[in-house]
Protein backbone atom coordinates (compact mmCIF):
# COMPACT_ATOMS: atom_id res chain seq x y z
CA UNK A 1 0.00 0.00 0.00
CA UNK A 2 1.47 3.50 -1.28
CA UNK A 3 0.38 6.72 0.88
CA UNK A 4 0.92 9.70 -1.16
CA UNK A 5 1.17 13.09 1.28
CA UNK A 6 2.58 16.85 0.73
CA UNK A 7 0.31 18.01 -2.02
CA UNK A 8 -1.62 21.62 -1.00
CA UNK A 9 -1.66 25.50 -2.88
CA UNK A 10 1.10 27.43 -3.72
CA UNK A 11 1.49 30.44 -5.58
CA UNK A 12 3.65 30.29 -9.08
CA UNK A 13 7.18 29.98 -8.12
CA UNK A 14 6.56 28.22 -5.00
CA UNK A 15 7.78 24.90 -3.61
CA UNK A 16 6.25 21.65 -2.21
CA UNK A 17 7.57 18.08 -0.93
CA UNK A 18 5.36 15.48 -1.81
CA UNK A 19 5.73 12.09 0.23
CA UNK A 20 4.58 8.75 -0.69
CA UNK A 21 4.89 5.95 2.25
CA UNK A 22 5.11 2.18 1.29
CA UNK A 23 4.06 -0.36 3.77
CA UNK A 24 5.09 -3.54 3.79
CA UNK A 25 9.35 -4.86 4.18
CA UNK A 26 10.02 -5.11 0.21
CA UNK A 27 10.27 -1.30 -0.39
CA UNK A 28 13.85 -1.78 -1.68
CA UNK A 29 13.28 -4.08 -3.84
CA UNK A 30 10.60 -1.35 -5.64
CA UNK A 31 11.71 1.15 -8.12
CA UNK A 32 9.25 4.08 -7.48
CA UNK A 33 7.86 6.96 -9.73
CA UNK A 34 5.89 9.99 -9.90
CA UNK A 35 3.17 10.13 -12.25
CA UNK A 36 0.86 13.50 -12.61
CA UNK A 37 -2.62 14.06 -14.13
CA UNK A 38 -4.33 17.34 -15.12
CA UNK A 39 -8.07 17.76 -15.15
CA UNK A 40 -9.29 16.14 -18.27
CA UNK A 41 -5.36 14.85 -19.55
CA UNK A 42 -4.10 11.37 -19.12
CA UNK A 43 -1.69 10.47 -16.24
CA UNK A 44 1.37 11.23 -17.35
CA UNK A 45 5.31 10.20 -15.93
CA UNK A 46 6.85 12.82 -13.90
CA UNK A 47 10.15 11.46 -12.35
CA UNK A 48 11.14 7.99 -11.21
CA UNK A 49 13.96 6.78 -9.59
CA UNK A 50 15.99 2.96 -9.21
CA UNK A 51 15.73 0.62 -6.09
CA UNK A 52 18.72 1.85 -4.42
CA UNK A 53 18.56 5.25 -5.19
CA UNK A 54 21.53 5.46 -7.69
CA UNK A 55 19.14 6.04 -11.15
CA UNK A 56 17.28 8.65 -11.43
CA UNK A 57 14.82 10.03 -14.83
CA UNK A 58 12.80 13.33 -14.94
CA UNK A 59 10.95 14.46 -18.08
CA UNK A 60 12.13 17.50 -19.57
CA UNK A 61 9.26 19.64 -17.49
CA UNK A 62 10.26 18.17 -14.03
CA UNK A 63 14.46 18.24 -14.80
CA UNK A 64 15.71 21.44 -13.30
CA UNK A 65 12.68 22.15 -10.90
CA UNK A 66 12.06 18.71 -9.16
CA UNK A 67 13.99 16.21 -6.92
CA UNK A 68 13.51 12.73 -6.52
CA UNK A 69 14.71 10.79 -3.42
CA UNK A 70 14.44 7.98 -1.39
CA UNK A 71 14.63 6.34 2.22
CA UNK A 72 14.28 2.58 2.21
CA UNK A 73 14.64 2.79 5.97
CA UNK A 74 11.73 4.80 6.38
CA UNK A 75 10.26 3.19 3.14
CA UNK A 76 9.50 6.55 1.59
CA UNK A 77 10.13 8.47 -1.43
CA UNK A 78 9.86 11.90 -2.25
CA UNK A 79 9.29 14.76 -4.49
CA UNK A 80 10.69 18.02 -3.78
CA UNK A 81 9.00 20.62 -6.49
CA UNK A 82 10.83 23.74 -6.94
CA UNK A 83 9.61 27.01 -8.62
CA UNK A 84 5.81 25.55 -9.83
CA UNK A 85 3.90 26.81 -12.51
CA UNK A 86 0.26 26.56 -12.93
CA UNK A 87 1.08 23.98 -16.01
CA UNK A 88 2.39 22.04 -12.38
CA UNK A 89 -1.35 21.94 -11.34
CA UNK A 90 -2.21 18.31 -11.08
CA UNK A 91 -3.29 15.12 -8.60
CA UNK A 92 -0.12 13.51 -8.17
CA UNK A 93 0.38 9.66 -7.93
CA UNK A 94 3.08 7.82 -6.63
CA UNK A 95 3.60 3.94 -8.10
CA UNK A 96 6.38 0.93 -7.40
CA UNK A 97 7.41 -1.22 -9.75
CA UNK A 98 9.13 -4.34 -8.72
CA UNK A 99 11.74 -4.34 -11.80
CA UNK A 100 15.19 -2.73 -12.75
CA UNK A 101 16.04 0.54 -13.72
CA UNK A 102 13.91 3.44 -13.39
CA UNK A 103 10.77 2.39 -15.51
CA UNK A 104 8.51 5.65 -17.15
CA UNK A 105 5.60 3.95 -18.45
CA UNK A 106 2.09 3.02 -16.45
CA UNK A 107 1.97 -0.29 -17.48
CA UNK A 108 5.40 -1.08 -15.94
CA UNK A 109 4.22 -0.09 -12.42
CA UNK A 110 2.67 -2.47 -10.44
CA UNK A 111 0.95 -0.49 -7.25
CA UNK A 112 -0.14 2.27 -7.21
CA UNK A 113 -1.33 5.68 -4.20
CA UNK A 114 -3.93 8.06 -3.82
CA UNK A 115 -3.50 11.19 -5.70
CA UNK A 116 -2.31 14.15 -4.07
CA UNK A 117 -3.62 17.11 -5.25
CA UNK A 118 -1.16 20.17 -6.27
CA UNK A 119 -2.67 23.69 -7.18
CA UNK A 120 -0.33 26.33 -8.26
CA UNK A 121 -2.24 29.23 -9.15
CA UNK A 122 -0.24 32.60 -11.11
Known amino acids: QLQASGGGSVQAGGSLRLSCVAS????????MGWFRQASGKEREFVSG????????YYTDTAKGRFTISRDNAKNTVYLQMNDLNPEDTADYYC?????????????????WGQGTLVTVSS
Open 95 to 111: AAARRPGVPRRRSEYDY
Open 24 to 31: GRAFSTYA
Open 49 to 56: IGRSGAGT
